[in-house]
């Protein structure tokens, strides 16, 4: 019975560190204010959740229980709390989210094919410019 809890709880607590780490990614790679505090957020709550009661199922003691589970409920509804209120601030300030076409402009633009210059894959293509250079020198291609 000890090796099950044990398994257990070593899920939940690899589960809430995993869940801790994207919480961070998260905060990186999303590109506004109020999205990487939804994805702190969330992931901050279900990592505590997570971790605390990873712990739980290896308490040993009731008073240690006792502890874990006041923390577990502060932790629950404070997190959230923050969050909302944060928000709140920031729309208060004037910070507005970002719409669909703002997240257009954040991705990275691929450049377009120039339709008035040929291709360098085509057969036949010039291969560089150095042809057209040496002959505004008054060199042909075939004096060379």
Known sequence: MSSILDILSWIFLLGG???????????FRFPD????????SVTDTLCAGLIVLGLLLQATSVM?????????????????TGAHALAKAARHGGL??????????LQPSTPQPDPSQPDASQPGAPQSGTAKSEQSQGESPSTR
């Not at 560190?17 to 905060?27: R, S």
């Not at 204010?33 to 702190?40: E, N, P, Q, V």
């Not at 240690?64 to 959230?80: A, Q």
């Open 33 to 40: 204010f109020y999205t990487r505090l939804h994805a702190a």
């Open 17 to 27: 560190g995993f869940l801790g780490v994207t919480g961070a990614l998260g905060l």
């Open 96 to 105: 507005k989210p970002l719409t669909d076409s703002d997240t257009d402009e």
């Open 64 to 80: 240690m229980v006792f502890k874990l589970l006041l923390i577990l409920l502060v932790l629950t509804y404070t997190s959230p």
